[in-house]
């Protein structure tokens, strides 16, 4: 069964803004600045967000510090960011995106998504763990629009 994780939330800048802002995610501070569970960030082949390049990542998700390397397999520059974890993550998390969409001339539609791949019993197993981890997106993406909103 495939569950979708998403959010989207307007934010008042380009989707140029938004998307210099994720490339230039090279850092812990800069990772940590974007939501306080978010540990570590760094890059283990190629450049931030272009195709074939590898991030590794540290974030608590509740409560708990995940490590995770992700694989970037598509980008659209100024629109679209895809990307999927590396085994043994990508058994359950087969993708996950951050798109941009344009609203008007100085706005955009920040959504992002992730899909999980579960079995019914793990569903009832793990809602606490699935809530925590929608709250997690939603609050990335308010804390990426007061962080955009507040550089203009």
């Known amino acids: 069964m ?3 994780l998403e959010d989207s939330i ?3 800048t380009t989707p140029e803004k ?9 850092h812990k501070e800069a990772y940590q600045a974007w939501h306080p569970d978010h540990v570590d960030i760094h890059w283990i082949k190629g450049e931030p967000f272009q195709i074939g390049s590898i991030v590794y990542f540290e974030e608590y998700l509740h409560g708990r510090l995940h490590k995770v390397k992700f694989l970037c397999t598509k980008i ?4 679209e960011i895809e990307y999927r974890p590396l085994f043994p993550w990508s058994i ?3 993708k996950s995106s951050f798109v941009m969409e344009p609203k008007g001339k100085k706005s955009c539609i920040f959504t ?9 019993l793990f569903l009832k197993i793990a809602k606490k763990r699935l809530d925590a981890t929608m709250k997690h997106i939603k609050e990335e993406g308010e804390n990426l629009k007061r962080i955009l909103e507040k550089v203009q």
Not at 18 to 26: K, N, S
Not at 76 to 79: A, C, E, G, Q, T
Not at 112 to 120: D, M, V
């Open 2 to 4: 495939l569950i979708t």
């Open 10 to 12: 307007e934010i008042k």
């Open 18 to 26: 938004v998307f210099e802002w994720l490339i230039q995610l090279r």
């Open 76 to 79: 659209v520059p100024n629109r």
């Open 92 to 94: 359950f998390t087969p």
């Open 112 to 120: 992002a998504t992730s899909y999980l791949r579960l079995g019914p």
